[in-house]
């Protein structure tokens, strides 16, 4: 799966300073408050001189890491001399076309805000007859409270024309925010119960995200909304809330969650072997990593 936005989005967006700028006495909260380890100070200690890190060969340089940013922004608010900013960027329609008439991407997902469909449209109608390699397109929108469904239905009617595969509606209750603790997943399993209720739906499965955590699918449960299915000699029956007609909904998307688990696990691991270390050259940390991530989605698998 390929990720694209068609307009200025929170997924879309990187933490930059320049080091240089930030006062040796600063007691760098946002180092502190980075959930993916962004942000580093590897070369100077906090009284300004040099310190070393364990590998040459991946020497980190000061200030926001951008292979491991993925724009949540906690930084932003903390820094105490505000000298920290956010670079948004828009996918390219070109190379996301040259991308999706590759034979190893099957999937994309467009990020929306739902509010204006001319951004959307121009970006489906720039991928042109393209998206019919596609065997799924994922729309991701926010809770935009009772215009939600008439903007689903407008992006739905742009699509429609070409559109060949299953596609699927991503509720993003609130982003980035599933690590953060229990309650974060509050907002988007009522962006769900609003969806399931909702009239005049467009087509597509729903998928929730943003703010998704281990207790995402207890509160599903609770709502009615959650149906998982167990296979028996190849039969498939329902095993949870199966003679509800609101369990509707179709997945579950973990982003900073899942981060938050398997990240433990790649800390231990470099902890034990340096920060070089790759984690498909630890056999005993991948099954780790591994155990971590069947028991957050094995409930929705069934497993």
């Known amino acids: 799966m390929i990720s694209v936005n068609d307009d200025k989005d929170l997924h879309f967006r990187k933490a930059e300073f320049d080091p240089e700028d930030c006062p040796v006495d600063c007691s760098r909260p946002c180092e502190i408050v980075c959930p993916a380890n962004a942000i580093s100070f590897q070369g100077k200690s906090a009284s300004g001189t040099s310190s070393n890190t364990n590998e040459a060969s991946t020497v980190l340089m000061d200030g926001v890491i951008a292979e491991r940013c993925y724009g949540c922004g906690r930084c932003l608010p903390v820094?105490?001399?505000?000298?920290?900013?956010?670079?948004?960027?828009?996918?390219?329609?070109?190379?996301?076309?040259?991308?999706?008439?590759?034979?190893?991407?099957?999937?994309?997902?467009?990020?929306?805000?739902?509010?204006?469909?001319?951004?959307?449209?121009?970006l489906w109608c720039a991928l042109g007859d393209s998206v019919e390699?596609?065997?799924?397109?994922?729309?991701?929108?926010?809770?935009?409270?009772?215009?939600?469904?008439?903007?689903m239905n407008e992006v739905f009617s742009i699509m429609k024309p070409n559109l060949r595969c299953f596609n699927?509606?991503?509720l993003d209750g609130r982003p980035m925010s599933g690590d953060i603790g229990r309650g974060a997943t509050k907002e988007t399993i009522d962006f769900a119960v609003q969806m399931a209720k909702a009239k005049n739906r467009p087509p597509g499965f729903l998928q929730l995200a943003g703010g998704t955590n281990a207790h995402t699918i207890d509160g599903l449960r609770k709502k009615g909304l959650f149906q998982t299915t167990s296979s028996t000699d190849d039969e498939t029956s329902a095993i949870d809330s199966s003679n509800s007609s609101h369990a509707s909904i179709g997945g579950v998307a973990y982003g900073g969650y899942a981060r938050k688990i398997v990240g433990r696990v790649l800390r231990c691991m470099q902890s034990e072997h340096g920060g070089a270390a790759q984690i498909e050259d630890h056999p005993e940390h991948l099954l780790m990593a591994l155990k971590e991530a069947v028991a957050l989605v094995g409930p929705v698998k069934s497993l």
């Open 79 to 122: 820094c105490p001399y505000d000298k920290i900013r956010e670079v948004t960027y828009v996918r390219d329609a070109a190379t996301t076309l040259d991308l999706i008439k590759r034979n190893d991407v099957d999937a994309m997902e467009i990020h929306t805000s739902g509010r204006q469909s001319a951004q959307f449209k121009d």
């Open 133 to 151: 390699n596609l065997r799924l397109i994922a729309v991701s929108l926010p809770n935009g409270g009772d215009s939600t469904i008439s903007s």
């Open 168 to 170: 699927l509606w991503q």
